[in-house]
């Protein structure tokens, strides 16, 4: 079992991006808390947290549309695949009708 689990190791690295994004998230909660507590004013804290989450919802739409720009391309290379087993098949297809006649 404990072969398995040493196979199943799982490394990943956090981008620029995401330790921004986590940084971002972090101040806005900093925020909300220190809001609390009652020492900025409402108007300072309602703009700083609004900017944070501006912030942190540009990060979140930026990887959402890489992500969905690798998916679109594995389709395409899926697309052409497919066209490509058609064409053989098609090909085979018209051999065995030509050798029939």
Do not use: C, Q
């Amino acid at each position: 079992m404990d072969y398995f689990l040493n196979k199943m190791e799982y490394k990943h690295k956090f981008s620029v991006e995401e330790i921004a994004g986590f940084i971002v998230i972090a101040l806005i909660i900093a925020t909300a808390i220190w809001m609390l507590s009652g020492s900025p004013t409402e108007t300072g804290a309602i703009i700083g947290i609004f900017a944070f989450v501006a912030t942190s919802d540009i990060f979140i739409w930026k990887k959402i549309f890489s992500v969905e720009n690798k998916i679109s391309l594995g389709f395409m290379k899926v697309k052409h695949d497919m066209g490509l087993m058609e064409n053989r098949i098609m090909n085979k297809l018209n051999n065995i009708e030509g050798k029939i006649k």
